[in-house]
């Protein structure tokens, strides 16, 4: 009878895999910083949430790079990338966004269409990996903007803390509908999250 070996599964890891760790380390860690500013509201939490988003990305880069250049990937590896990348380019921009100010009804259904589009986004990209990379070990292009692209929300909401442009001093104030609260600058996160279940095509460098 076959007994269960303890660290099996890590005992699989490509080293590549070890950096797309790192990269959902990074993103809870930036989970962490935005529950602190929301606890004692020093904005430097903010600043370190994006910092960590900064980081995720370089690990998010490098695993990518490593796999090719040691010639090594793996099915497991593919879906702990795209588990990776939902926390720190979906679930982190959209709490930074909360966290920022992104708190009325409105404002978390479009942080919640963000986060849906971002997993849709990755499970197309899982299961039509093969047929886009024609037949090659290379997928040609992307259809969508890939989520790490969310990067770029969070560089905005970096700017706007610098700004002091958080809760009700958020750019561009706020609407009310039938009162229910929307800021404008949450439909950042609706272009970005459309964006990505789009069909454009996006080479891949």
């Not at 303890?6 to 529950?35: K, Q």
């Not at 966004?97 to 409105?106: A, D, H, K, S, V």
């Not at 459309?194 to 891949?204: A, D, F, T, V």
């Amino acid at each position: 009878m076959n007994q269960p070996k303890p660290f099996a599964m890590i005992r699989e890891f490509h080293l590549a895999d070890w950096f797309t760790l790192g990269n959902a380390i990074c993103g809870v860690g930036a989970l962490f910083s935005m529950m602190t500013y929301l606890q004692v509201g020093d904005p430097r939490h903010v600043y370190y949430a994006c910092a960590l988003v900064v980081a995720a990305l370089v690990f998010d880069v490098l695993d990518g790079r490593i796999a090719r250049w040691r010639s090594k990937s793996s099915a497991l590896g593919r879906e702990l990338d795209s588990l990776a990348d939902v926390i720190s380019f979906g679930v982190v921009p959209a709490v930074i966004g909360y966290g920022c100010g992104m708190q009325g009804l409105i404002d978390r259904v479009v942080l919640g269409f963000f986060v849906a589009c971002g997993v849709s986004r990755l499970a197309r990209y899982n299961v039509t990996a093969e047929a886009l990379s024609e037949g090659g070990d290379k997928v040609k292009y992307f259809e969508g903007t890939p989520i790490p692209t969310s990067l770029m929300l969070v560089v905005v909401l970096a700017a706007a803390t610098g700004q002091d442009a958080l809760g009700d001093e958020m750019w561009f104030g706020k609407l009310t509908l039938l009162h229910f609260t929307l800021h404008p600058l949450t439909l950042m996160f609706a272009v970005s999250g459309s964006l990505m279940i789009s069909r454009i095509r996006i080479p891949k460098l």
